[in-house]
């Protein structure tokens, strides 16, 4: 099944806001709200930040948010900090193989 | 605090077997709110689902590794595997297993990865 489509980079100043998209199809992203964002520092574990569409887990800043407009997720980073400079993935159940999806992955800079 | 650890081999031969084990402390694979995962992420690529299984045994696969991955679940030591058969260079990569936090006690589904081992670089090459 194909990934699902993330900008390959996306940067800001802090205390700046950043937001990625991640777009998908109707099987999936459109028609479900099993997405769920990761964010991913090189050498650690993935962390996941935001689940269905826009909840988050306990311990994740609330300057994390998400949101879905169709066949569209996004990710919003608020007050951007340096530790926030990442690889984030976007991930979705996609009905069309009843199995999940990641997204191409965006790589943040914090300038 | 619930703990993932893969082990195995670091390096594999092509057309051989990868085989990784993953093993969980600080929680049980046989709780019914879970299934447990393999992603993996190849050197400057994204990361890629693999597979994941329940306590019963009821597995599902990549679409595009169905015909050569194999998870399986071991209760009893409280771990569970990957196999990926016919192996080539392209699966190269650092390969992480997860706790899939699918279902919770108030009915609603998260659907998401919670916990994930710290990953290992499995290399094929002769």
């Known amino acids: 099944q194909s990934a699902l489509t993330q900008p390959p980079s996306a940067s800001g100043s802090p205390g700046q806001s950043v937001t990625i998209s991640c777009t998908g199809s109707?099987?999936?992203?459109?028609?479900?709200?099993?997405v769920s964002w990761y964010q991913h520092h090189p050498g650690k574990a993935p962390r996941v930040m935001i689940y269905?569409?826009?909840k988050r887990p306990s311990g994740v800043p609330d300057r994390f948010s998400g949101s879905k407009s169709g066949n569209t997720a996004s990710l919003t980073v608020s007050g951007l900090q340096a530790e926030d400079e990442a690889d984030y993935y976007c991930?979705?159940?996609?009905?069309?193989?009843?199995?999940?999806?990641f997204g191409t992955g965006t790589k943040v800079t914090v300038l | 605090q619930v703990q993932l650890q893969e082990s195995g081999p670091g390096l594999v031969k092509p057309s051989e077997t990868l085989s990784l084990t993953c093993t969980v402390s600080?929680?049980?694979?046989?709780?019914?709110?879970?299934?447990w995962g393999w992603i993996r992420q190849p050197p400057g690529q994204g990361l890629e689902w693999i597979g994941y299984?329940?306590?019963?045994?009821?597995?599902n696969y990549s679409p595009s590794l169905k015909s050569r991955v194999t998870i399986s679940v071991d209760t009893s030591k409280n771990s569970f595997s990957l196999k990926l058969s016919s192996v080539t260079a392209a699966d190269t990569a650092i390969y992480y297993c997860?706790?899939?936090?699918?279902?919770?006690?108030?009915?609603?589904?998260?659907?998401?990865?919670?916990?994930w081992g710290q990953g290992t670089l499995v290399t094929v090459s002769s």
């Open positions: 299984i329940y306590y019963t045994g009821s597995a």
């Open positions: 997860a706790r899939f936090y699918y279902y919770d006690s108030s009915g609603d589904y998260p659907c998401y990865f919670d916990y």
């Open positions: 600080g929680g049980s694979v046989s709780s019914g709110f879970y299934y």
């Open positions: 109707s099987s999936d992203i459109g028609g479900y709200n099993y």
């Open positions: 991930s979705s159940y996609t009905a069309s193989n009843n199995f999940y999806v």
């Open positions: 269905e569409v826009s």
